[in-house]
């Protein structure tokens, strides 16, 4: 009788937000959400994604690499894209809160970088060294 009833103990997936990852992209749409709010003439043009790392090898005319993140600009009938690295950034900032305002801060800073703008002017909070 109790074992027939029982809640299965295996195979339960988590909600979302419960996983690292989940809660990674939770943040990352949200971030999303409120600079489109702001901005939505910058924001809807822009494809958005995240990855776990970024690649091993940059292209031959990358500069200075970012582990964080990548904007990469629109052409060729492909829209512009920016793409956060999960595990660096958590890597980097373990504090859930920590973490949010890094993926908020990586967001504008690669806005600004698409549109040829100052991080401040995407966001006036913007708390990063220009």
Not at 68 to 78: C, L
Request: aromatic share 10%.
């Amino acid at each position: 009788m109790g074992a027939e009833h029982a809640p299965p103990q295996f195979g339960v997936r988590l909600p979302r937000y419960r996983t690292r990852a989940g809660f990674f992209d939770d943040i990352t749409a949200s971030q999303i959400k409120r600079l489109n709010a702001a901005w939505p003439e910058l924001v809807e043009p822009v494809q958005f994604a995240v990855e776990d790392v970024p690649p091993s090898e940059p292209a031959f005319w990358e500069g200075r690499r970012s582990l964080t993140s990548r904007a990469f600009p629109s052409g060729r009938g492909i829209p512009a894209r920016i793409v956060l690295y999960r595990m660096p950034l958590q890597m980097h900032h373990p504090d859930r809160e920590d973490l949010q305002w890094a993926i908020h801060d990586e967001l504008v800073l690669r806005l600004a970088q698409l549109y040829g703008r100052r991080p401040s002017q995407i966001d006036p909070q913007w708390d990063q060294d220009e």
